[in-house]
């Protein structure tokens, strides 16, 4: 199973560099497994078991808000994850 996406900003362009987190939601789990990225935003998580998971998304540059997506199945629709611009 897997969980794919995009990372952009608030008006859908896309962000490079984004760090993704994994996390199992019902147990809060860390997950080591790292997703494939493009520097058009796009990502995907492989091989993963079949239930519901949390993505958080940080940015090392410092230059968007920390942002989280909940209650991802997999195989499901793409995840389209927005990060709001810091001030």
Do not use: C, W
Not at 5 to 26: A, E, F, T
Not at 30 to 53: C, H, R, V, W
């Amino acid at each position: 199973f897997s969980i794919k996406g995009r990372v952009m900003d608030s008006h859908k362009n896309p962000i490079d560099g984004i760090h993704l987190r994994l996390v199992v939601d019902k147990d809060g789990g860390n997950l080591s497994t790292k997703p494939e990225m493009d520097a058009a935003g796009n990502f995907i998580f492989k091989n993963l078991d079949e239930q519901l998971y949390s993505i958080h998304a940080t940015d090392p540059k410092a230059n968007f808000k920390f942002t989280s997506v909940y209650a991802i199945p997999t195989n499901g629709e793409p995840v389209e994850i927005r990060m709001q611009r810091r001030n």
